[in-house]
């Protein structure tokens, strides 16, 4: 691949993701149709405020999406907040034409779809309060607002433009959306890159050579590193500019950060457009896939099971991240080691996914037990294993017990054969533990059958996640 220099590489990726002046034209011209049919309805309810990249002059080329707000006086009780900015949102969309949806945050909003001339528009409707003090809030988006009146401040067209650098970059690299699902990069922290690096080239040559504790602060409100870092503790710290009580990369995992300074790495020392529109990843084919895992010597173990209908994806991720967790601890104590763990789901299947060194143990278990001069801990290691075989090695007690299982798709079977009590007893997440005890476990031979019947989606997944390296060096 022939090399190229930064200069010339940026601006023809600009071209592509930066809106013409026909799409700013049309988006304007839906915004203050939304507006107007906003403002009417709303009255003097609520204030009607546009947010998001649209507003900021950051949105990239082809994303037709936009965040409205409606403002509600402070002094509003909780319960007719969330009840009446609903009752506006819907109202406020059937004017449009559009269609709707309730979704979830720390509040319901409204999430919808519309039309403005032959173009679909995106818009998700968010009550909050007009807070003046962001550092006062009383619903997590109420800050948002304040957001936008920071960039808008300080933004000037190039600012814009690396912001939409920053942000093509870190999605092609798989870091961006605060999600829990993806657990990347917001538009806003995005943003707050651009101002405290100027460029992107120089925000490149930085982010390659980030170590995790990173600390941004661009009014420098944090009192100083060691207090943020006892405070926050994360592999990012950029302290908001309108609330130094908050870190804006609290969502970045550390597989997020170091994905895009790995990602940075391989752009500054192969400066292409490549990495801001990478080509995307083929499935592995079945066969493939059966490969891999004999290459590896390993065993794979799938958990699927049916996706709980209305449950959205910021209540399905986590829960399912905790049910791994809990599953690979439980593993272990059956003396099965996992090598690898990782989720995956769409609108119908959720997958849990282990891959296995020790798959199968011996019947029994060696349990070495305190010394023969600490009297009291050896008396009820005793006592623990009376009519036991005991015996001492090396000045300890010692004893043998025999496994129930001694192989894990037996010991995965069983324990999902308990009432769903027991599960949530031994750490499976309440929303998921009623599909959890009509899920199919696969292995081996099985397991890559089960493969071959879900999406090619879940195809793509197993190669990333087999050809996955961030290493910053």
Same mark, same amino acid.
């Given at each position: 691949m022939p090399a190229q220099s930064v200069e010339k590489v940026l601006p023809s990726v600009l071209k592509k993701i930066r809106p013409s002046a026909s799409d700013q034209s049309a988006m304007q011209s839906t915004v203050n149709m939304v507006m107007q049919a906003a403002s009417k309805i709303a009255g003097k309810t609520a204030v009607p405020v546009m947010c998001g990249s649209v507003e900021k002059g950051t949105w990239l080329a082809g994303k037709r999406e936009f965040d409205l707000f409606l403002l509600f006086n402070p002094v509003v009780s909780r319960e007719e907040f969330e009840k009446k900015g609903l009752d506006l949102a819907k109202k406020i969309i059937s004017a449009l034409d559009g269609k709707w949806e309730i979704a979830y945050a720390e509040h319901p909003y409204l999430r919808g779809s519309m039309k403005s001339g032959k173009l679909d528009y995106s818009i998700d409707i968010v009550p909050a309060y007009d807070v003046s003090d962001p550092s006062r809030i009383k619903s997590a988006v109420d800050r948002t607002p304040h957001h936008v009146? *920071?960039?808008?401040?300080?933004?000037?067209?190039?600012?814009?433009?690396?912001?939409?650098?920053?942000?093509?970059?870190?999605?092609?690299?798989?870091?961006? !959306?605060?999600? /829990?699902?993806?657990?990347?990069?917001? !538009?806003? +922290?995005?943003? +707050?890159?651009?101002?405290? *690096?100027?460029?992107?080239?120089?925000?490149?040559?930085?982010?390659?050579?980030?170590?995790?504790?990173? +600390? /941004?602060?661009l009014e420098r409100k944090a009192v100083d590193y060691q207090a943020a870092l006892d405070k926050f503790r994360a592999p990012m710290m950029v302290i908001d500019p309108v609330d130094p009580n908050r870190n804006v990369a609290a969502a970045v995992s550390a597989e997020s950060f170091f994905a895009f300074s790995r990602a940075c790495k391989d752009f500054i020392s192969l400066p292409h457009r490549k990495w801001f529109f990478p080509s995307r990843a083929g499935p592995y084919s079945v066969k493939e896939v059966a490969a891999a895992v004999s290459r590896r010597r390993t065993r794979w173990y799938l958990v699927r099971f049916d996706r709980p209908m209305n449950l959205v994806d910021d209540t399905l991720w986590p829960q399912m991240r905790k049910a791994s967790a809990s599953l690979e601890g439980l593993l272990a104590d059956g003396g099965f080691r996992v090598l690898r763990r990782d989720v995956w789901a769409d609108g119908r299947d959720c997958v849990l996914l282990f891959e296995l060194e020790v798959w199968q143990v011996p019947r029994v278990v060696k349990h070495v037990g305190p010394t023969i001069w600490s009297h009291k801990q050896a008396k009820a290691f005793l006592e623990h294993y009376r009519g036991k075989k005991c015996w001492i090695e090396k000045d300890c007690w010692v004893t043998e017990t025999e496994r129930e299982h001694t192989v894990a798709l037996d010991y995965l079977k069983s324990f999902f054969a308990q009432p769903e009590q027991a599960l949530l007893g031994k750490g499976m997440p309440s929303h998921i533990a009623a599909a959890l005890l009509k899920a199919n476990i696969a292995s081996g031979a099985s397991a890559v059958s089960m493969i071959s019947k879900l999406p090619p989606e879940f195809r793509v997944f197993i190669c990333k996640l087999l050809e996955k390296n961030i290493s910053p060096v």
């Amino acid at each position: 691949m022939p090399a190229q220099s930064v200069e010339k590489v940026l601006p023809s990726v600009l071209k592509k993701i930066r809106p013409s002046a026909s799409d700013q034209s049309a988006m304007q011209s839906t915004v203050n149709m939304v507006m107007q049919a906003a403002s009417k309805i709303a009255g003097k309810t609520a204030v009607p405020v546009m947010c998001g990249s649209v507003e900021k002059g950051t949105w990239l080329a082809g994303k037709r999406e936009f965040d409205l707000f409606l403002l509600f006086n402070p002094v509003v009780s909780r319960e007719e907040f969330e009840k009446k900015g609903l009752d506006l949102a819907k109202k406020i969309i059937s004017a449009l034409d559009g269609k709707w949806e309730i979704a979830y945050a720390e509040h319901p909003y409204l999430r919808g779809s519309m039309k403005s001339g032959k173009l679909d528009y995106s818009i998700d409707i968010v009550p909050a309060y007009d807070v003046s003090d962001p550092s006062r809030i009383k619903s997590a988006v109420d800050r948002t607002p304040h957001h936008v009146s *920071y960039i808008k401040k300080r933004f000037t067209p190039d600012l814009s433009d690396t912001a939409r650098l920053i942000k093509a970059f870190a999605k092609a690299a798989g870091a961006y !959306g605060a999600d /829990v699902k993806t657990q990347g990069f917001s !538009g806003y +922290l995005c943003e +707050l890159l651009a101002l405290h *690096y100027g460029s992107f080239a120089r925000c490149a040559a930085e982010a390659q050579k980030w170590e995790a504790g990173l +600390l /941004v602060d661009l009014e420098r409100k944090a009192v100083d590193y060691q207090a943020a870092l006892d405070k926050f503790r994360a592999p990012m710290m950029v302290i908001d500019p309108v609330d130094p009580n908050r870190n804006v990369a609290a969502a970045v995992s550390a597989e997020s950060f170091f994905a895009f300074s790995r990602a940075c790495k391989d752009f500054i020392s192969l400066p292409h457009r490549k990495w801001f529109f990478p080509s995307r990843a083929g499935p592995y084919s079945v066969k493939e896939v059966a490969a891999a895992v004999s290459r590896r010597r390993t065993r794979w173990y799938l958990v699927r099971f049916d996706r709980p209908m209305n449950l959205v994806d910021d209540t399905l991720w986590p829960q399912m991240r905790k049910a791994s967790a809990s599953l690979e601890g439980l593993l272990a104590d059956g003396g099965f080691r996992v090598l690898r763990r990782d989720v995956w789901a769409d609108g119908r299947d959720c997958v849990l996914l282990f891959e296995l060194e020790v798959w199968q143990v011996p019947r029994v278990v060696k349990h070495v037990g305190p010394t023969i001069w600490s009297h009291k801990q050896a008396k009820a290691f005793l006592e623990h294993y009376r009519g036991k075989k005991c015996w001492i090695e090396k000045d300890c007690w010692v004893t043998e017990t025999e496994r129930e299982h001694t192989v894990a798709l037996d010991y995965l079977k069983s324990f999902f054969a308990q009432p769903e009590q027991a599960l949530l007893g031994k750490g499976m997440p309440s929303h998921i533990a009623a599909a959890l005890l009509k899920a199919n476990i696969a292995s081996g031979a099985s397991a890559v059958s089960m493969i071959s019947k879900l999406p090619p989606e879940f195809r793509v997944f197993i190669c990333k996640l087999l050809e996955k390296n961030i290493s910053p060096v």
